[in-house]
């Protein structure tokens, strides 16, 4: 059964940083396109950044450019999100997807597989 977990959330002053972790099993992370997607209240789901099935591409929203580096493990079937710099804005639940065939794209519409989220929230 294919599952994708996240990890890593949690609260965070502001200019603090955060590791999200994403946890795949009953499949190989190196078939899939992998992305990080967020949800504010109120607001619809977004692409914060994404990564190749070679990893050798990835991108990134532009509210998150500079700041945000994903990466993957392939030993470990995980992929990660480091954030820094973080900001009231970037409050959201956090979750990672599988998208297979790669589309190139890092919209939620072409991610079929989807973990549970992670609540992220930058507050003082």
């Known amino acids: 059964q294919l599952q994708l977990v996240e990890s890593g959330g949690g609260l965070v002053q502001p200019g603090g940083s955060l590791r999200l972790s994403c946890a795949a099993s009953g499949f190989a992370l190196n078939y899939y396109s992998i992305g990080w997607f967020r949800q504010a209240p109120g607001k619809e789901r977004e692409g914060v950044s994404c990564?190749?099935?070679?990893?050798?591409?990835?991108n990134y929203a532009d509210s998150v450019k500079g700041r945000f580096t994903i990466s993957r493990d392939i030993a470990k079937n995980t992929v990660y999100l480091q954030m820094n710099s973080l900001k009231p804005e970037d409050t959201a639940v956090y979750y990672c997807?599988?998208?297979?065939?790669?589309?190139?794209?890092?919209?939620?519409?072409?991610?079929?597989?989807w973990g549970q989220g992670t609540q992220v929230t930058v507050s003082s």
């Open positions: 990564i190749s099935i070679s990893g050798g591409s990835t």
């Open positions: 997807a599988a998208e297979t065939p790669s589309t190139g794209k890092c919209v939620s519409e072409t991610y079929d597989y």
